[in-house]
Each structure stands twice: as C-alpha cells, then as structure tokens.
Nanobody
Framework: QVQLVESGGGLVQPGGSLRLSCAAS????????MGWYRQAPGQQRELVAM???????NYADSVKGRFTISRDNAKNTVFLQMNSLKPEDTAVYYC?????????????WGQGTLVTVSS
C-alpha cells in the first residue's frame, strides 16, 4: 500500500493562494490515479481534482479555473495550486491515491491538511 504525506495548508485571506503537496512512498507510475479531496465541517468529503495515470484531469465545478493539479514524477509528488481562494474553500484537504490489486481498487489517504480562508 502506498503512503501519502501532505503539506502546505494554512491560513490565507480571500483572494490569496496556497500550494498543497502530496509526497507518495512509491513511483507515481505505479499508481492508477492521484487526487485531492476536501471535507468542510459538517459536510461530506468531496472530490476537488484528480489526475489519472494517462494524464486525464478532472476538477470539481466549484474550483475550475482557480485550482490546478500537477505532478513531479521525479519526486513522486502531486501538487494542488489554489488561487483566488474563497471562504467556502475552507476545509481539510486530503490527498488520495488509487492503486489496483487484482480485481480490486485500493484507496490510500494522506493525513489531511487544513486550509482556512478568512480575513
């Protein structure tokens, strides 16, 4: 199973930017997809952005044009660049990796990093 370590959360004012990082314990080429989810207080965890191994990228409608997911294969790291942040982006952000074992798809999660958008 892959281990994920996130970093980069914090407090930022509305309109500001943050970059989250997620370091994986093994090569990204061995992982089917990498993504970012978030969970706000009292809300369900939701997909923010996902990048499949073939390069296909999906974003939640609420972040399109503001957030960008990218990867550094040499460092086994995935990033989430967040621009034009809004108070409603406040949440704990989780990195996710999906791997295949036989007929099963396995989910690995990071520990979460808190992003707070407030003036």
């Amino acid at each position: 199973q892959v281990q994920l370590v996130e970093s980069g959360g914090g407090l930022v004012q509305p309109g500001g930017s943050l970059r989250l990082s997620c370091a994986a314990s093994r090569s990204l080429f061995s992982i089917m997809s990498m993504g970012w989810y978030r969970q706000a207080p009292g809300q369900q965890r939701e997909l923010v952005a996902m990048m499949a191994s073939g390069g296909i990228i999906n974003y939640a409608d609420s972040v399109k044009g503001r957030f960008t997911i990218s990867r550094d294969n040499a460092k086994n790291t995935v990033f989430l660049q967040m621009n034009s942040l809004k108070p409603e982006d406040t949440a704990v952000y989780y990195c996710n990796a999906k791997t295949v074992r036989g007929n099963d798809v396995l989910d690995a999660w990071g520990q979460g990093t808190l992003v707070t958008v407030s003036s």
